[in-house]
């Protein structure tokens, strides 16, 4: 396993972490896997023997049972893991069951931290935009826990551009604590991130975990044109992450299937080793079904992808030029910074545009 370092922090996390999702299966989660207590240690320990040193839930997975489950099998070996949860989501039918006013956010930390079996959170995510609270009300109930110790380090998940830096800015103003990390949707398929949020993760040092990096195993090379695995999240009716151009995505499967192929490994490999290859990026959090998965995507951190490789990649992958990115790329390029090149890096072929 490698380590980096989180964002603007000097905390270190395994190049992946390990994903809940699939712990509870309760409701709609049912429809992703339904690990009880005996799979998920099974799928923890194999994850820490192959050196992953986060486990990433929310409160609102499985309605608080994933946390649970996280909390029971790490029972005596909490110090071995850094664990990250998240608090926005609606989990409750009252008019305050939802948001990140100070009220919701301690409330639910708290009732993570029970469910947990710990006396902290070692990453709290905002898990969603809540345009409704003030943020200084927000980053402040964030202080507050804190200085209880109730939470290490902050970050947040889903925001656009603008709402990071708005609250780094408030941040900034009143002397709060700052995100150090955006969870965030970034693949092959979805690289919509590259506009403004991996930007911002260079720039502003806000670095970037990325929640399902293989699409939902639409990336795995297990899932073809013509029908997917009955055993697949899709084949039970999930629907996320949107796909807006099928035959785009497929063109992008043949290119992993070749190149892995070529070198005797698996698409999801390939796929991991690209994501992990994009600027800002401090962990993927990959989630599975079974050991074999976790296996495959840990050997996939040691994976080097050359040049070749890396540009049939974004030659398949590459998103639209778009405004004003294309009117900086013709009259700005002498004059851009690394945060900058985050983006325009994959354009200097195009030369004027």
Known sequence: MKYRTLGRSGLKVSALSMGTFSFGGVGDFAKVATHGVTEARRLVDTCLDGGINVIDTANMYSFGRSEEIVGEVLEGRRERVLISSKARMRIGDGPNDEGVSRYHLVRECERSLKRLRTDHIDIYFLHEWD?????????????SLMRQGKIRYIGCSNYSGWHIMKALGIAETHHLPRFVTQ??????????????????????????????????GLLSGRFGRDKFPADSRQAAGWTEPPIRDSERLWRIVDVLNDIAATRGVTAAQISIAWTLSRPGIASLVVGGTEEAH???????VDITLTAEELDRLNQVSRPPYLY???????????????????????????GKV
């Open 183 to 216: 969870q965030i949707h970034y693949t092959l398929e979805a690289r919509e991130a590259e506009y403004e949020l991996l930007p911002i993760a260079v720039d502003q040092g806000v670095g970037v975990m990325v929640w399902s990096p293989l699409a939902a």
């Open 294 to 300: 976790f296996r495959d995507n840990i050997a996939a």
């Open 324 to 350: 004003p990115y294309w009117h900086q790329h013709n009259f700005a390029r002498d004059r851009f910074c690394e945060g900058d090149w985050a983006l325009h890096a994959g354009y200097e072929d195009l």
């Open 131 to 143: 345009g409704v609270t003030p943020l200084d009300e927000t980053l402040s109930a964030l202080d």
